[in-house]
């Protein structure tokens, strides 16, 4: 391990796949969500990887972990969670393989250049201004509300970012999904897999799972449901397989 010390209120955490992270008792933490988007997307070997917002740098390093691409770059605006999305990296020796670059989302192609990504990943603020109370910590208020950016500044960047026939993952809330399917084909970002998320069999989903492929054609695969708990506290075997840790 890297020589990183943790700061007050910090500890470690074991992500069981041979990697840690580091973890604030204060601040926005890390959910199922992203585990979920990182099972989802598809990076082949030598791309390159964009994580849009990447807060705490979370998904970079679970899609060091899972897949072959050659590089994985974080966006995030807030200097705090950016610092630690690069002690996050440094922690497991990921410096060369993972880039945190501060800077706002609505400026990525200027930052980075167009046609600069395979892939684009994000699991972006799900509430709009108008949705439910914002959270008084301005951390939790930006990863969770469209205070900086909306999802049409995120489709717009990714459209830009993208190569010619490159990807983009993410997740979101189904309340939403008629908005996003329209949003990410204004911007030529077609909607290809789909797969709902579900708390349990009885329930509406509360989540959902995209890709989109620039300039891709008008046909989108619906996947199987994904079920998180077989009862309550106790995942389903797919939801342990995707931690990998039998819990």
């Known amino acids: 391990m890297a020589d990183v010390r943790l ?10 796949n041979g990697y840690f992270i580091i973890q604030a008792a204060e601040g926005f933490r890390y959910g199922i969500d992203a585990v979920l988007l ?17 807060g705490t740098g979370i998904l970079p390093i679970l899609l060091a972990a899972k897949t072959r691409g050659r590089s994985f770059t974080g966006l995030e605006i807030q200097e705090k969670s950016a610092d630690m999305a690069r002690r996050r990296a440094a922690y497991n020796h990921l410096e060369e393989s993972i ?9 990525a192609s200027a930052l980075f250049g167009p046609a600069s990504f395979d892939v684009v990943v994000s699991n972006p603020p799900y509430m709009t201004g108008s949705h439910g109370l914002v959270n008084p910590s301005e951390a939790k ?20 970012v993208l190569t010619a026939r490159g990807r983009f993952y993410l997740i979101h809330r189904p309340f939403r999904l008629a ?3 329209r949003v990410l084909s204004a911007y ?23 890709e989109a492929c620039k300039n891709g054609n008008a046909r989108i695969t619906v996947e199987k449901p994904l079920i998180v708990y077989e009862k309550p506290g106790v995942y389903t075997e797919e939801i342990r397989e995707i931690y990998g840790d039998g819990r």
């Open 7 to 16: 700061q007050a209120g910090e500890h470690l955490d074991d992500l069981q």
């Open 38 to 54: 990182s099972a989802f997307a598809r990076v082949k070997e030598g791309e390159n990887v964009l994580d849009m917002g990447t």
């Open 99 to 107: 880039r945190i670059v501060r800077g706002d989302i609505k400026e």
């Open 141 to 160: 208020a930006i990863a969770r509300h469209e205070l900086l950016c909306t999802l049409e500044d995120l489709a717009r960047e990714t459209a830009r």
């Open 179 to 181: 908005e996003i399917i």
């Open 188 to 210: 030529r970002l077609e909607p290809k897999r789909m797969r709902l998320v579900y708390p349990f069999t009885d329930r509406e989903p509360n989540l959902v799972l995209l």
